[in-house]
């Protein structure tokens, strides 16, 4: 039931409080992953060290287009905010366009670890790094499927300038989704690796 | 005669109603975990009894509150229909009753870390024993001077010496498959998981030599309930003796007995792929090979009439309940041998005579 | 939410059916909700309690041959599973939906239609769950489902039970984002924290384990049914891996998930004994800061699931000392529950008689609690009976009480009718004794040896201990009768008394508008100034310091409700289609996956899919709104 947002208890529109209390929640659900990878960590079960197959630089650069994408995120809103609904749109492409550029990345990456014979049942290291990461693409992969619905439903004029809590909404998402990419490059990468 | 037999238990429960109402709760129960025979069960138990004690105190205390509270506050029938003083709280008395539980509790857990600490270490001398948990039956090996003893189900050790239990889980020779199980005997004990892919250790003593009962307690599947198990305490003579007769080689009958029939059966049929009789003296098949029994998927039968029960200490050993397992294992206990992966002694399909011999050979393997 | 500019001519139109079978199938009426919680879960309890007395029929005596030991274990397994997942929690919601936007004030939870989602989530979650009954594949891995047993046993017993939680607890989350948002965000003006009833606090307490608890499982179950299915390593220790991931995960969700269970009866509890003593609670920010307490600390206990499975002496210790901590909070509870009976004017009506039965049964279960925190004596009562005893003291004669008590209280508002006091009153002493009988002698068979989830009571064990099993045998018959009492006292309602809007002289809101409440709650929203804040406005301080009647402030038979001035613009969300047409997808899913069919598993995701847009879509309201 939509509620104008000053007469909410907390000032804060519904939706968004939501959507808050629902990334707590994905923390955990992430966190739980993060930490059985960290439990596998050394677990190769005889099999190929994952950790040696890491390219660092590689995942570096998908990393840096998601991270971006972040930036072109807060300008679709940004736009939307000002009624620009021409520029936002074309913000929303381009954060669209750096996920599938990410989940393109993370494709090649673990064909190419597939290939060096590390698969989802190698080793406990192996499954729950494919899971991890895998369940991270999923997420994205979500995030682009909202983008680009959102950005139809503005062509379509479906949702207009005042709309943009909608925009605020999948960028709270999309965010979230960046922000859990960079504690997975962290931990589950960079220190290893390093 | 099942009815008769449903009824005289009944009866028999019936009778004991009255009895157990006269007697304490720990009146004729082998297996009871508060009537300790050995200090590993004994220290716990005597922190179990003070706790106890504190809680019976604190649940005579609330529920008599409770109960006063009920008759003396009760509306009256000539109630005037006035409201009661609109007490909203007591600080002072909040606190009394946030510290006085707190500072019980931290009263309690001082033995409790010292003893859990206590109760972890390995003891001095202890005769060593390694335990494996199998669906469902357990598996013991002693290390005799280099010499590798196998028993399995019925645990012997010397009575008043400390015993370390060093346990795993396997399934065939291999954690593929294992499960947890947890090893239970609670007169000497507490109980301590048996987990695929670890080793975990547990304590037990018994004071005097006797028969004591457990069985496994962590839930491990389709017959959990039939993976029992004992432990024999020997007096320090007794206990030579069967260390002795352990290392010694299994009975090898004289030809043209029963009993040879029988070993002919083992070594011909299935039996020998799973089972392991160390007699020394390897069987001669008809096209001239050898074959030894050192199957380690089931029990090790080298003694195995040296033991009281079998199948996970759920049957008396004898000739008439080991020829009805032998006939249809399954039928006797519920087991998945026929499903992946199988677990369990399948049905063999004997004749018999074959089951007779069986019968005759197995209960010669003193 | 599509603008409503849009919405004529729209292919999704908003159903606007208000009564009739069609219009339970779309309501987003919380109040409908909860009543269709509540009727599930009442059905499951039935279930759940029919595979209780087979258990117990199997155990009545010695080498019992009732059922065979696969069906035991899938009787026990889903005895636990049902009871929990499908039973309690539910119930819960049940109260959550109905109570909590009467109680602050709002005239619906913050998402009606995701309110229905998950609604539907948890009843085809349920049905999900037994449907594995038609494959031959109930669970059996009991309902911790340890790990490797649940990866390691033949069959899709255990892949319906790693799906069908997975299920449920999609439908818990959405509830509890759902309810955390009403809570916060929708209260009447002047409806501070520190003036909330007790009942939303704990309501918001239990909200926040959920969001936090249900994403954990949700990772245990992923990796339960990614080794079941796709045969990764999570649990298998032939590739190194370690089981016992499994069980701090579960843990670490279950217990929580303990709390879960037992704080909204606790905070039942707290709405009826001030209503029926006459006093207001005792020490209220006690109360709800010990339930806040309870919160957090319950997840720094789950390794006391664990004492026994090697974590070494370090980490037991640790365990130890935060459970017996934990049980500091719960006393305080207990003692301000009886200190608000303490001075007070006692009704003993029905609802008064399970809140008091409550605080003396939890207590019991409280008690062993403690015992189970001295680790070493924990590894002697850890999977016995006893275990068994406490926590159905804790579930049971918590919970359970707690619930009942509040059916009791709140039945009067959710269908207008008194519940016949006699009837209720037998209900609660067979329910009492009943309960006793079968639970109390528990704890004697545990300590005596009797390890729990066994198909069989071994002959061994010696005829005390068959003794006291047999007790307990017959105390679920007793309870099963009393379940009887339980439901023809609640089908005699339908010719019952009319109720009042204030049947009990109580304390907060909800008892301000008409029985049962209006579909928009309340004609006007209150301004919230007190704490107890309808008592407030029934009731005055005079000169002495005496609390009297306000003489035009309301009596019981005309609360200010009655001829106030209503709200203009009420509006009211539109029913929908769609949280079923979307819940409809997840079991064919489900199935997809267990089944290793990817083609059924694509149509659900469509059906999900389908759904899920048709929801964005759809209009506000119905055509003819604006």
């Excluded at chain 3, 939906?97 to 989602?117: E, H, K, M, S, T």
């Excluded at chain 3, 918001?204 to 992923?222: E, G, K, Q, T």
Aim: net charge negative; aromatic share 14%; hydrophobic share 50%.
């Amino acid at each position: 039931m939509s509620v104008p947002v000053e007469e909410t208890s907390l000032g804060l529109d519904n939706r968004k409080l939501a959507m808050w209390a629902f990334l707590g929640s994905e923390f955990l659900f992430f966190g739980a992953f993060i930490s059985t990878y960290l439990l596998y960590l050394d677990d190769f079960n005889n099999a190929v060290n994952g950790i040696e197959l890491f390219d660092i630089p590689y995942t570096s650069v998908s990393s840096f287009v998601l991270l971006m994408s972040s930036l072109t995120m807060v300008l679709a809103h940004a736009a939307h905010t000002k009624g620009d609904m021409r520029r936002a749109r074309l913000w929303l492409l381009a954060t669209a366009f750096q996920g599938m550029v990410f989940i393109g990345g993370q494709v090649f990456e673990f064909t190419a670890f597939v290939k060096e014979g590390m698969g989802l049942t190698t080793s406990p290291f192996s499954s729950s790094f494919f899971v991890l990461t895998g369940f991270h693409g999923a997420h994205v992969t979500v995030g682009i499927i909202m983008l680009l619905s959102l950005w139809t439903m503005m062509k379509m004029g479906r949702i207009g300038p005042g709309e943009d809590l909608k925009t605020e909404m999948i960028g709270l998402y999309w965010h979230f989704v960046d922000i859990i990419w960079i504690i997975i490059f962290t931990v589950v990468y960079l220190i290893p690796a390093g | 005669m099942r009815t008769a037999r449903t009824r005289q238990r009944w009866l028999k429960a019936a009778a004991v109603l009255a009895l157990s109402l006269i007697l304490s709760a720990c009146g004729n129960a082998p297996q009871s975990a508060i009537d300790p025979q050995g200090p590993f069960a004994q220290k716990p138990d005597d922190l179990f009894r003070i706790v106890f004690a504190i809680a019976v105190v604190v649940f005579v205390l609330v529920q008599g509150l409770i109960i006063y509270t009920m008759v003396k506050f009760r509306q009256k029938p000539d109630d005037d229909g006035t409201l009661p003083p609109q007490t909203h709280g007591n600080t002072k008395l909040e606190i009394l009753w946030t510290a006085i539980p707190a500072l019980i509790l931290a009263v309690i857990a001082v033995p409790t870390v010292q003893m859990i600490f206590e109760l972890d270490a390995e003891p001095e001398g202890a005769v060593q024993v390694e335990v494996i948990g199998h669906r469902w039956w357990w598996e013991y090996r002693y290390d005799f001077g280099g010499e590798t003893v196998y028993t399995a189900n019925e645990l012997a050790i010397p009575a008043g010496v400390p015993v370390r239990l060093s346990m795993r889980s396997e399934e065939n020779n291999s954690v593929e498959n294992a499960v947890i199980h947890s090893f239970w005997i609670p007169p000497l004990a507490g109980k301590m998981d048996v987990v695929p892919g670890r080793v975990t250790t547990l304590n037990i003593m018994a004071d005097e030599p006797g028969y004591y009962l457990g069985q496994c307690a962590e839930y491990c599947g389709l017959s959990h309930a039939n993976m029992r198990l004992r432990v024999n305490a020997l007096s320090a003579s007794d206990w030579q003796a069967w260390v002795d007769n352990q290392l010694a080689p299994a009975n090898v009958p004289t030809d043209g007995t029963l009993e040879a029939r029988g070993r002919e059966v083992f070594y011909q049929g299935a039996c020998v792929g799973c089972h392991a009789i160390n007699d020394g003296e390897p069987f001669l098949r008809a096209d001239g090979s050898e074959v030894v029994a050192a199957g380690r998927t089931g029990p090790d039968l080298t003694h195995l009439a040296s033991r009281q029960e079998f199948a996970g200490a759920i049957f008396e050993l004898n000739a008439e309940t080991l020829a009805a397992w032998l006939e249809n294992p399954p039928a006797m206990k519920p087991m998945r041998p026929n499903e992946s992966p199988a677990i369990g002694m399948p049905n063999l399909n004997l004749t018999p005579d074959e089951v007779e011999a069986l019968v005759a050979y197995l209960l010669s393997l003193t | 939410m599509a603008s409503a500019s849009v919405a004529s001519g729209s292919i999704f139109r908003r159903p606007t059916a208000e009564t009739g079978f069609a219009s339970w199938l779309t309501t987003v009426d919380h109040k409908k909700i909860g009543i269709m919680y509540g009727v599930t879960s009442f059905i499951f309890f039935i279930i759940g309690g029919l595979e209780a007395m087979l258990v117990r029929l199997q155990l009545a005596q010695a080498e019992g041959t009732v059922l065979s030991a696969e069906a035991y274990n899938q009787m026990f397994t889903m005895h636990g599973i049902t009871m929990v997942f499908l039973v309690v929690m539910p119930v819960a919601a049940a109260f959550f939906n109905y109570l909590i936007p009467l109680q602050i004030g709002a005239r619906d939870v913050a998402f009606p239609r995701l309110n229905a989602f998950s609604y539907w989530v948890y009843l085809f979650g349920g049905l999900f769950l037994y449907s594995s009954f038609f494959f031959g594949a109930a669970p059996n891995g009991s309902w911790v489902g340890y790990a490797p047993l649940s990866v390691a046993a033949p069959g899709n017993n255990m892949a319906f039970y790693a799906i069908g939680l997975q299920i449920l607890g999609l439908g818990s989350l959405a509830a509890s984002v759902n309810f955390i948002t009403t809570i916060l965000n929708m209260r009447a003006p002047g409806l501070t924290f520190m003036r909330m009833p007790m009942f939303i606090w704990m309501a918001l307490v239990v909200n926040f384990l959920l969001l936090f608890a249900m994403p954990v499982i949700a990772v245990a179950l992923f990796q339960l049914t990614f080794d079941n299915v796709f045969a990764t390593n999570f649990f298998n220790a032939a590739a190194g891996a370690d089981p016992l991931l499994w069980q701090h995960l579960f843990w670490i969700f279950g217990h929580p998930e303990v709390y879960i269970l037992i704080l909204p009866a606790m905070g039942i509890v707290s709405e009826v004994l001030p209503v029926f003593s006459r006093k207001p609670l005792f020490g209220y920010a006690a109360v709800a800061f010990a339930g806040a307490a309870i919160g957090f600390i319950g997840w720094g206990v789950w390794a006391h699931h664990m004492f026994t499975s090697g974590l070494g002496p370090v980490a037991t210790s640790a365990f130890g000392l935060s459970t017996m901590f934990i049980a500091v909070p719960t006393g305080i509870k207990i003692f301000n529950w009886v200190f608000t009976m303490w001075g007070g004017k006692l009704r003993l009506t029905t609802p008064m008689l399970f809140s008091i039965g409550f605080v003396a049964m939890f207590t019991i279960g409280g008690l062993s609690g403690v015992t189970h925190a001295i680790v070493p004596s924990d590894a002697q009562q850890h999977d016995t009976y006893y275990v068994v005893a406490h926590f159905h003291y804790v579930l049971f004669g918590g919970a359970l009480f707690g619930i009942m008590s509040g059916i009791y209280f709140w039945w009067p508002k959710v269908t207008g009718k008194l519940i016949d006091e006699t009837w209720g009153k037998l209900h609660f002493w067979t329910w009492l004794i009943g309960f006793n009988l079968t639970f109390g002698p528990m704890h004697f068979s545990g300590l005596l040896g009797q390890p729990r989830r066994t198909y069989v009571l071994p002959d061994e064990l010696g005829p005390t201990v068959e003794f006291w099993n047999l007790l307990s045998t017959i105390g679920v018959f007793i309870i099963a009768i009393s379940t009887v009492i339980f439901f023809i006292a609640m089908l005699k309602t339908r010719n019952g008394e009319d109720a009042p809007p204030d049947p009990w002289d109580a304390r907060t809101i909800e008892w301000l508008t008409t029985s049962p409440p209006k579909p928009h709650n309340f004609d006007k929203i209150p301004v919230i100034t007190a704490r107890d804040e309808f008592w407030h406005r029934k009731y005055a301080e005079d000169d002495a310091g005496h609390a009297v009647p306000v003489p035009a402030g309301g009596q019981v038979d005309a609360p200010p409700e009655a001829g106030t001035e209503v709200d203009e613009d009420i509006h009211m969300p539109s029913p929908s289609y769609w949280p079923l047409v979307m819940t409809l997808g997840l079991p064919v899913v489900g199935y997809g996956v267990i089944f290793k069919s990817l083609t059924v598993a694509l149509v659900g995701g469509l059906v999900l899919l389908f759904g899920m847009y048709a929801w964005q879509l759809e209009p506000l309201a119905e055509d003819d709104h604006h």
